[in-house]
């Protein structure tokens, strides 16, 4: 078994819907968790970081973690078509080495 | 700020020839710098990571290797290539207790 399991996806959804991405994870050691996104033949870049529980938001975006069910969302708001991209979320214990998921790839239609 | 580069941006290379691939990064000093291999479609294998020069730790025994002769700068290498070696090779770094920053990536096809 993975320690991190993603929704396999792939996703597509009208522009303005709310996506949610999720995460779940078998480590409950894991104290940080991210999410990136990643378009097409692109190196990924950090959407959101968060440690520990709880919700953190960031204009659309919003993360949140329940440790005690060892599950981790990412929320889209008003999605946008250049929001299509896959979006991955990472977990670590401790700082240094993040385990990822394999991603969800996401298609918002205009 | 900080800037991550990766050369080159693609290479096709056959089998049993050799590999180097560079990372350097600007804008910080003594970074926590890692190689990762994304096959088409899945999350990122971490391949090596360098908490600082010449200190590298292997995740997954390969025919890949890894150094880093200075502070800023990560080589990944192999004296002969297979074609499993085929991917998507992103150098990242560390900012602060757990996110990184990924470079622009080497799309690497064996053929």
């Known amino acids: 078994q993975k320690e991190v399991e993603q929704d396999p996806g792939p996703l597509s959804v009208p522009e303005g819907a709310i996506v949610s991405l999720n995460c779940t994870y078998s480590n409950s050691a894991f104290q940080y968790f991210m999410w990136y996104r990643q378009y097409s033949r692109k190196g990924p870049e950090l959407l959101m970081y968060t440690y520990s529980s709880g919700n953190k938001e960031d204009g659309r975006f919003t993360a949140q973690v329940d440790k005690s069910s060892k599950y981790i969302s990412l929320f889209i708001r008003d999605s946008q078509p250049s929001d299509s991209a896959t979006y991955l979320c990472?977990?670590?214990?401790?700082?240094?080495?993040?385990?990822f998921g394999d991603g969800t790839t996401l298609t918002v239609k205009p | 700020s900080q800037t991550i580069h990766q050369w080159p941006a693609t290479l096709v290379q056959p089998v049993g020839s050799p590999l180097s691939l560079e990372c350097t990064v600007e804008g910080t000093s003594n970074p926590n710098l890692y190689w990762y291999r994304q096959a088409a479609g899945r999350g990122l294998q971490l391949l090596f990571y360098s908490v600082g020069i010449g200190q590298i730790s292997s995740e997954v025994p390969q025919n890949l290797s890894a150094s880093r002769p200075q502070d800023r700068q990560f080589i990944l290498s192999s004296k002969k290539l297979l074609l499993s070696d085929s991917g998507f090779y992103l150098c990242?770094?560390?900012?602060?207790?757990?996110?990184?920053?990924f470079g622009p990536g080497t799309r690497l096809t064996v053929t």
């Open positions: 990472a977990m670590s214990r401790n700082a240094g080495k993040s385990t």
């Open positions: 990242a770094w560390r900012a602060g207790e757990s996110e990184q920053y």
